[in-house]
Structures are given as C-alpha cells and as structure tokens.
C-alpha cells in the first residue's frame, strides 16, 4: 500500500517515519518532496578505469565542494544528498523519483539506486545526471525529488540490523562503498 498525504505526514508527526527538517508543506498527494543538500561530489574525466574491485580507483580523481549552488555540465554525473535526513521502521520501504519540473531541465535523479530499504536511517544520495545540451544550476534546498511510502509487512533484519549495512547512517554526498566480498557467492 502506498502512503496518501494525509498518512504521510501522521507517520511523521508521531515519529514512525523520521524526515529532519520536515516541512510540511512538501506533503503531495502521494509523496514527499525532498530537498537538495549542499554537498556535491563528481568524478573528473580522466582516461583511469574505475574498477569496483579496487576501493582506491573509487576515490582518485574526484572533487568535492559544499556550496549553495551547483552547475551541473551536459553530460555530468555528480552525487549529491537531500537536505533532509530520512528514518525508515522496518515495515515501510521508500522509493526517490525526480520531480517533473526538474527533469524537464534535463536533470535525472537517479541511475538505479532509488530504493531505500526499511530501517535505513541517514540522507539520500542522489546519482544526479545532466542530458541536457547546456548547463543546468541547481540551488541547494530547491525541491529535487519526492520520496513514495510503501507500507510493507515487518521484516525479519531491516537495514539497520545488517552487518554489511554500508550507508546506514550516511550523511553528506557518498561515493559508492561496493566491496569484494560482494563475490563470495559467485567463485
């Protein structure tokens, strides 16, 4: 089942869903939006192999600023986070789509991470990509996405209960953490 306006902000209101700053303004009919933080981290091009194997290729040849704004060139993949800091029980999953407006700007909000589990707890990463021919700024705060609730049954180990629960509790803008022994399953 998925959440309405009204579900979602009583969720909020009595703390079962935890979204910090909330405002309550941001409730649609069936979504939240969500805000752009001010933390962005990009890739600079380079002809070096990222390989997800190897955790120092992850890190090299990338920058990183905290600003009010962000120009995001034709082409550009960057990651960025939300504004606002997203606690999850562990019978309610989450999914971020792009906001209209802004993908008619030619902004993608995200490649395929869009999915945050139950008992995740931390700010959202977005995997922001430009198609479009020019430029486009995005302003820290702006609305950027909007989160949908799904009402789930309770899960046997939510995200917050895993070991291997990499981006629990992540804040700011976070380069991937993918790990070999993601593999031990497959030699």
Not at 14 to 41: E, M
Not at 47 to 54: A, E, G, L, N, S
Request: aromatic letters at 10%; hydrophobic letters at 35%; a negative charge.
């Amino acid at each position: 089942m998925i959440l309405v306006d009204w579900e979602i902000a009583d969720h909020i209101k009595r703390g079962y869903i935890g979204i910090d700053p909330f405002d309550p303004a941001l409730v649609q009919p069936n979504s939240l939006d969500i805000r752009l933080g001010n933390h962005f981290v990009w890739y600079e091009p380079c002809d070096d192999v990222i390989d997800p194997y190897q955790k120092e290729t992850l890190h090299t040849h990338t920058q990183e600023r905290k600003g009010s704004y962000f120009d995001i060139q034709p082409g550009q993949f960057v990651l960025a986070e939300t504004l606002e800091t997203v606690t999850l029980p562990d019978n309610i999953v989450s999914s971020i789509e792009g906001k209209s407006s802004v993908a008619r700007l030619g902004i993608a909000l995200h490649q395929t991470g869009g999915w945050i589990d139950a008992g995740f707890s931390g700010t959202i990463t977005l995997e922001m990509c430009n198609s479009n021919c020019r430029p486009v700024r995005v302003y820290a705060g702006m609305p950027i996405g909007q989160l949908v609730f799904y009402v789930t049954k309770r899960c046997e180990c939510p995200y917050d209960k895993k070991p291997d629960a990499k981006y629990q509790n992540q804040k700011n803008a976070t380069i991937s953490r993918y790990d070999r022994k993601m593999l031990k399953n497959v030699e």
